[in-house]
């Protein structure tokens, strides 16, 4: 069973030759590496190079595109009829492919979705030992912890495994989706043709947590924006959870506050209860990071991270709807 691991890049030198490296050094090395590289202007086609001199299961193009053209072509170029893909800025455990690989031994298994540990800045513990506290409460938000792995998870292109059958009727990742929420609609798309996923929890890679506030709301802006811009209102297994109606429900939680505060200058027993609701939500997110990571820090964080989200949700969906 040949494997082709596919990846695309954009501006990632600090992190690309980990990722060759960890690749390289598989228990199950992969028959070839297809790089994208989506036109970087830093020293990352470069390094590429030097290491496709140094290793002939490389190969790599570069073509400005999307995100999602970039894992096209990269399938496209590749010659197995298994793919694997993870992304650029992630660090594959040395058995990631082996494991991610195992299920499609069976016939009736189309797509393998295979788990991240989240680490701290630099990639070297997890998200429960030496990571700080704001990076601890990010994990929350961004990421899925190992409890909540389950029949329901549906894969990452962080740690992904499919047949090239499968890819080709689905109709490849939407390339009309410009860096973003390319993999939720490969998924939505996936289950709505009835193909067969298999979950593997010790097929595992490293994805660093964001390492400041700024670049943590941001990206909770643009996974926000993708999800409105992917139109995907129900989603098959989870039902009413679908990212865009949590978006939604996060606008009538604010409305009813706004309400409230109206309400408050001629009703001042409107404002208690304002009030009352604003320490309910502020335990309420304190209590949610706090049980996953079991930092204080972390879950006071997680009240400031909280807010900020909810505003970082509503701005990326009304500018994904906006630019539909």
């Not at 069976?106 to 680490?119: L, N, R």
Request: proline letters at 3%.
């Amino acid at each position: 069973m040949k494997v082709s691991v596919c990846i695309t890049v954009f501006n990632e030198e600090k992190s690309i030759s980990k990722l060759l490296s960890s690749l390289l050094g598989q228990s199950r090395i992969p028959d070839e590496i297809v790089i994208v590289d989506g036109g970087s202007s830093d020293k990352t086609v470069d390094i590429i190079r030097h290491w496709q001199k140094r290793n002939n299961k490389i190969k790599f193009l570069v073509e400005k595109c999307s995100r999602a053209k970039g894992r096209n072509l990269a399938v496209e170029l590749s010659k197995s009829d298994i793919i694997a893909m993870t992304d650029a800025g992630c660090i594959p455990k040395r058995d990631w492919l082996k494991n991610i690989v195992e299920p499609l031994k069976q016939k009736e298994i189309d797509i393998v979705a295979g788990f991240y540990e989240m680490t701290d800045i630099t990639g070297s513990y997890p998200v429960k030992t030496r990571v700080r506290p704001l990076q601890k409460s990010f994990s929350v938000f961004l990421g899925i912890h190992p409890e909540d792995f389950n029949i329901n998870f549906l894969p990452s292109t962080r740690s992904i495994a499919f047949r090239r059958r499968a890819w080709e009727k689905i109709g490849g990742f939407p390339e009309k989706l410009i860096d973003t929420a390319e993999d939720t609609v490969f998924n939505y798309r996936a289950i709505k043709e009835g193909l067969s996923f298999a979950r593997v929890k010790n097929a595992r890679v490293e994805w660093k947590m964001p390492t400041d506030f700024s670049e943590g709301i941001r990206k909770i802006f643009y996974y926000a924006k993708g999800d409105a811009k992917s139109g995907i209102w129900f989603y098959p297994l989870k039902g009413l959870v679908s990212h865009n109606i949590k978006a939604l429900s996060i606008f009538i939680r604010y409305l009813i506050g706004f309400f409230l505060l109206v309400l408050g200058f001629t009703k001042p027993m409107m404002l208690l209860v304002l009030f009352l609701l604003l320490i309910l939500c502020s335990f309420w997110s304190f209590r949610k990071v706090y049980i996953k990571v079991g930092d204080l820090r972390a879950g006071l964080w997680g009240v400031v991270v909280q807010f900020a989200s909810d505003f970082a949700v509503m701005s990326g969906f009304l500018s994904g709807v906006l630019g539909r």
